[in-house]
């Protein structure tokens, strides 16, 4: 039972362009979403959350918007750079302030110079 | 600040055996998690560990243990090895209070598992 889904494996996106990355969720009682990127040999690097409380949060160039109804959660990435290229992974987590994350499978995101 | 350091990186076992994996978390994070991670399942969580006691647990077989030391340093144990326990196993440390950010968890590279 898949609780956070990231449909998309893969995703080319043009460098200095927007990049989108989707994740689903069904699980009401996430109330904390987290992305994390990940690159080969290296542990996840947490990039930006954002809380039920919230519709949106922005961190320079990254930006996640929450759709608390459609239980969606987007990450946008202005401008795209070639060192974005990496796997990046949406979690979620119950009772804020838990350390049991959800993740999703992931999806590789590739920036074209 | 040294990160999360997880340590062997590489190793190799053979069905039935047993392995001990170990975690060294950033200085002054109480709490330790482990994940699991295989191609196609992402990222599994399997157990937390804070203040030395497991407050959390995922869904995964008794072979698969763990524990943390009072100076936060975990190790996480396998026994029985299965061909599927082959993995890229991560340990994560955070603040563990509840707290903002507190669940903002810092990845170490991960000790990669092969079965044979």
């Known amino acids: 039972d898949q609780q956070v889904k990231q449909n998309s494996p893969s995703l080319s996106v043009q460098e200095g362009r927007i990049s989108i990355l989707n994740c689903d969720y069904t699980?009401?009682?996430?109330?904390?979403f987290l992305w994390y990127k990940k690159y080969p040999a290296e542990g996840p690097t947490f990039l930006i959350s954002i809380s039920s409380i919230k519709d949106k949060n922005e961190d320079g160039r990254f930006t996640v918007f929450l759709n608390k109804s459609a239980k969606h959660l987007s990450l946008h990435i202005v401008p795209s750079q070639p060192g974005d290229s990496a796997v990046y992974f949406c979690?979620?987590?119950?009772?804020?302030?838990?350390?049991?994350?959800?993740f999703g499978t992931g999806t590789r995101l590739t920036i074209i110079p | 600040k040294a990160g999360v350091t997880q340590t062997p990186r590489y190793l190799i076992k053979t069905r039935g055996q047993q392995v001990t994996l170990s975690c060294s978390p950033i200085s002054g994070h109480r709490s330790v998690s482990w994940y699991q991670q295989t191609p196609g399942q992402g990222l599994q969580f399997l157990f937390e560990?804070?203040?030395?006691?497991?407050?959390n647990k995922g869904n995964f077989p008794g072979r698969f243990s763990g524990r943390q030391f009072s100076n936060s340093r975990s190790e996480m144990n396998v026994s029985t090895l299965e061909l599927g326990d082959s993995a890229l196993y991560l340990c994560?440390?955070?603040?563990?209070?509840?707290?903002?950010?507190?669940?903002?968890?810092?990845f170490g590279a991960g000790s990669r598992l092969t079965v044979l």
């Open positions: 979690a979620a987590s119950a009772n804020f302030g838990n350390e049991k994350l959800t």
């Open positions: 699980n009401s009682m996430f109330d904390y």
């Open positions: 560990y804070f203040s030395e006691t497991q407050r």
């Open positions: 994560a440390s955070s603040l563990g209070g509840a707290r903002s950010g507190a669940n903002v968890l810092t």
